[in-house]
Protein backbone atom coordinates (compact mmCIF):
# COMPACT_ATOMS: atom_id res chain seq x y z
CA UNK A 1 0.00 0.00 0.00
CA UNK A 2 1.52 3.07 -1.30
CA UNK A 3 1.38 6.18 1.55
CA UNK A 4 2.83 9.56 0.66
CA UNK A 5 3.41 11.39 4.59
CA UNK A 6 3.84 15.32 4.50
CA UNK A 7 5.38 16.93 7.34
CA UNK A 8 7.45 20.99 8.37
CA UNK A 9 4.23 22.89 7.46
CA UNK A 10 3.45 25.82 9.89
CA UNK A 11 3.74 29.71 10.42
CA UNK A 12 6.46 31.77 9.59
CA UNK A 13 7.44 35.71 8.64
CA UNK A 14 8.49 36.87 5.32
CA UNK A 15 11.14 36.14 4.35
CA UNK A 16 11.58 32.70 6.74
CA UNK A 17 12.06 29.48 5.62
CA UNK A 18 10.64 25.93 6.06
CA UNK A 19 11.84 22.87 4.93
CA UNK A 20 8.43 19.86 3.69
CA UNK A 21 9.30 16.32 3.67
CA UNK A 22 7.48 13.54 2.19
CA UNK A 23 7.85 10.09 3.39
CA UNK A 24 6.87 7.61 1.07
CA UNK A 25 6.28 3.84 2.19
CA UNK A 26 5.25 1.01 0.39
CA UNK A 27 7.12 2.76 -2.47
CA UNK A 28 10.15 3.36 -4.17
CA UNK A 29 10.33 7.23 -4.92
CA UNK A 30 13.81 7.02 -6.82
CA UNK A 31 11.94 5.14 -9.45
CA UNK A 32 9.35 7.55 -10.76
CA UNK A 33 8.42 11.35 -11.37
CA UNK A 34 7.66 13.11 -7.52
CA UNK A 35 6.12 16.67 -6.99
CA UNK A 36 5.37 18.94 -4.98
CA UNK A 37 2.23 20.95 -5.45
CA UNK A 38 0.12 23.28 -3.57
CA UNK A 39 -3.21 24.75 -3.03
CA UNK A 40 -4.56 28.29 -1.51
CA UNK A 41 -8.08 28.53 -0.31
CA UNK A 42 -10.10 29.34 -3.69
CA UNK A 43 -7.86 28.69 -6.43
CA UNK A 44 -6.96 25.73 -7.83
CA UNK A 45 -3.89 23.19 -6.86
CA UNK A 46 -0.58 24.17 -8.96
CA UNK A 47 2.98 22.51 -9.36
CA UNK A 48 5.62 23.71 -7.53
CA UNK A 49 8.20 21.50 -7.95
CA UNK A 50 9.04 18.70 -9.42
CA UNK A 51 12.21 15.82 -9.60
CA UNK A 52 13.21 12.98 -11.59
CA UNK A 53 14.84 9.77 -11.64
CA UNK A 54 17.97 11.39 -12.87
CA UNK A 55 17.86 14.02 -10.71
CA UNK A 56 16.35 16.67 -12.97
CA UNK A 57 14.03 19.39 -11.21
CA UNK A 58 11.46 21.78 -13.27
CA UNK A 59 10.15 24.66 -11.21
CA UNK A 60 7.08 26.78 -11.30
CA UNK A 61 8.28 30.59 -12.10
CA UNK A 62 6.78 31.89 -8.98
CA UNK A 63 9.13 30.06 -6.82
CA UNK A 64 12.70 30.00 -9.18
CA UNK A 65 15.60 30.80 -7.01
CA UNK A 66 13.63 30.43 -3.68
CA UNK A 67 12.33 26.93 -2.98
CA UNK A 68 14.29 23.30 -3.91
CA UNK A 69 13.34 20.08 -4.34
CA UNK A 70 15.73 16.96 -3.32
CA UNK A 71 15.48 13.35 -2.14
CA UNK A 72 16.85 11.53 0.37
CA UNK A 73 16.84 8.02 -0.98
CA UNK A 74 18.17 6.08 1.84
CA UNK A 75 15.10 7.48 3.58
CA UNK A 76 12.71 7.41 0.72
CA UNK A 77 11.89 10.80 1.78
CA UNK A 78 11.33 14.06 -0.66
CA UNK A 79 11.76 17.56 0.88
CA UNK A 80 11.36 21.05 -0.61
CA UNK A 81 13.18 23.53 1.08
CA UNK A 82 11.45 26.76 0.80
CA UNK A 83 14.19 29.63 1.16
CA UNK A 84 12.70 33.44 1.30
CA UNK A 85 9.02 32.61 1.76
CA UNK A 86 6.05 35.37 0.68
CA UNK A 87 2.46 35.84 2.35
CA UNK A 88 1.96 34.89 -1.65
CA UNK A 89 3.14 31.44 -0.92
CA UNK A 90 0.28 30.61 1.86
CA UNK A 91 -1.53 26.97 0.92
CA UNK A 92 -1.75 23.61 1.44
CA UNK A 93 1.13 21.83 0.16
CA UNK A 94 1.65 18.20 -0.86
CA UNK A 95 3.66 15.97 -2.50
CA UNK A 96 2.53 13.56 -5.47
CA UNK A 97 4.56 10.42 -7.22
CA UNK A 98 4.41 8.24 -10.15
CA UNK A 99 3.70 11.28 -12.50
CA UNK A 100 3.84 11.74 -15.91
CA UNK A 101 6.92 13.54 -17.92
CA UNK A 102 6.18 16.41 -20.37
CA UNK A 103 7.30 18.24 -23.94
CA UNK A 104 11.07 17.07 -25.14
CA UNK A 105 12.67 17.62 -22.10
CA UNK A 106 11.04 15.07 -20.53
CA UNK A 107 11.28 16.22 -17.32
CA UNK A 108 8.75 15.64 -14.63
CA UNK A 109 5.22 17.36 -15.32
CA UNK A 110 4.21 20.21 -12.66
CA UNK A 111 0.60 19.80 -13.37
CA UNK A 112 -1.37 17.52 -10.98
CA UNK A 113 -3.18 15.66 -14.03
CA UNK A 114 -1.41 11.99 -14.15
CA UNK A 115 -0.12 11.69 -11.01
CA UNK A 116 -0.94 8.59 -9.27
CA UNK A 117 -0.84 8.51 -5.66
CA UNK A 118 -1.00 12.16 -3.24
CA UNK A 119 -0.29 13.16 0.40
CA UNK A 120 -2.66 14.74 2.76
CA UNK A 121 -1.29 17.64 2.35
CA UNK A 122 0.71 20.25 5.53
CA UNK A 123 -0.17 23.43 5.74
CA UNK A 124 2.32 26.86 5.17
CA UNK A 125 0.97 30.31 6.19
CA UNK A 126 3.43 32.84 5.75
CA UNK A 127 2.40 36.44 7.52
CA UNK A 128 3.60 39.67 6.23
Known amino acids: QVQLVESGGGSVQTGGSLRLSCAASGYVISRYCMGWFRQAPGKEREGVAS???????AYADSVKGRFTISQDNAENTLYLQMNSLKPEDTAMYYC??????????????????????WGQGTQVTVSS
Open 51 to 57: LDTRGRT
Open 96 to 117: AAEGPRFGLSGLCSLRTYGYKH
